[in-house]
């Protein structure tokens, strides 16, 4: 059977919610999950925190991609590029392309029509006031997409998945879905504060750091992981917060 093609993206207009940590995981967790798939990861932040720290685990299965082609002039996303360069991967028997976008802080959706065409988009926050209120807008925003391509028969909408991110506490945990609770979206688990983040995106001597990352947070990179592989299984928008 001809393998398939899924795009992921993490996005956010506000940065140092943990996008690009995300992207991370769920590039090397797809790598070192699956024996034959081939991993993409698109970095559209030209600060290329992933594809710099990326570079060096690359090989003919997982490759990392940064061009400027992926912008117009004007510094907004070149929607018609991106969607091709997506579209045009080549299919091959029993392997399956993964494709993860890392977007850069200040993206407006409304002009990213290329989110229409991805399987899931994951959307990290943190509880601090700022990044709640930007994440609210940020959805806004997404939905308001959305209904622009449904008035003018554009595709479904894919499921648009709220990750908790750097959270200390259950308490902070339930604050945080709280503060969601009528949104029209998943709301996934929560990935905790660890200072090993902190190192993730270090050249270490052996990666030690990337190792060690990728092992205290396995649970969670695997359930990331499923997510993306089985986002056909994710039918229907929630009518208000839905938790995962
Ligand atoms: N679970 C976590 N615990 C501790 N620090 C984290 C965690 N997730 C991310 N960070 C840190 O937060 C900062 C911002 O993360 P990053 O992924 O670069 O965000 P973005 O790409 O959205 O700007 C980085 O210094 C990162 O190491
Ligand atoms: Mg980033």
Redesign the pocket.
């Known amino acids: 059977m001809l393998g398939i093609t899924k795009t992921a993206i993490?996005a956010?207009s506000?940065?140092?919610?943990?996008?690009?940590?995300?992207?991370?995981l769920m590039g090397l967790g797809l790598a070192t999950r699956s024996g034959r798939d081939k991993i993409e990861l698109i970095d559209l932040?030209p600060?290329a925190?992933?594809s710099d720290s990326l570079k060096r685990f690359t090989n003919h299965r997982f490759s990392v991609v940064q061009d400027n082609d992926f912008f117009l002039g004007n510094g907004f996303p070149n929607n018609a590029k991106i969607t091709n360069h997506v579209q045009s991967k080549e299919h091959f028997r029993d392997i399956n392309n993964y494709i993860i976008i890392?977007s850069?802080?200040g993206s407006d959706p409304v002009r990213s029509s290329f989110f229409m065409n991805s399987n899931i988009i994951f959307v990290?926050t943190s509880v601090s006031d700022a990044d709640l209120f930007a994440t609210r807008k940020f959805l806004d925003a997404l939905h308001q997409l959305f209904e622009e391509n449904q008035a003018s028969n554009g595709p479904k909408p894919p499921p648009v998945v709220i990750l908790p991110?750097?959270?200390d506490s259950r308490d902070e945990f339930n604050e945080m879905r709280t503060a969601f609770s009528d949104v029209p979206a998943y709301f996934g688990r929560a990935?905790?504060?660890?200072?090993?983040?902190?190192?993730?995106?270090r050249a270490e001597a052996n990666d030690e750091n990337v190792k060690m990352l990728l092992r205290e947070?396995s649970d969670y990179t695997l359930w990331l992981t499923n997510l993306m592989i089985h986002s056909h299984q994710i039918h229907v928008q929630p009518n208000k917060l839905f938790q995962l």
């Open positions: 993490f956010n506000k940065g140092g919610v943990g996008k690009s940590t995300l992207a991370l932040d600060q925190t992933s890392d850069p802080a990290p991110m750097m959270v990935l905790y504060y660890s200072p090993l983040f902190r190192r993730a995106f947070s």
